[in-house]
């Protein structure tokens, strides 16, 4: 268990350098990602996990699709 939680916590630290060079580097591209990119990839996100439980919900309960 410990080598699982050590792994991911050596992959996030990782992960945070990644980003922070990143912004570092193209600070625009960063405000963009941060303030456009995450919220559309969130919605994309809830969209389909809802999609995903509604409509064979749907079908099992008769729905008509056109």
Avoid: N, W
Avoid at 11 to 35: I, K, M, N, S, T
């Amino acid at each position: 268990m410990t080598a699982i939680l050590e792994s991911l916590h050596k992959f996030e630290r990782g992960f945070d350098e990644r980003v922070q060079r990143f912004a570092l580097y193209h600070p625009c591209l960063a405000l963009f990602a941060a303030f456009a990119g995450i919220p559309i990839f969130l919605l994309g996100a809830v969209a389909v996990c809802t999609a995903l439980i509604t409509l064979p919900l749907a079908l099992i309960f008769g729905f008509p699709f056109i």
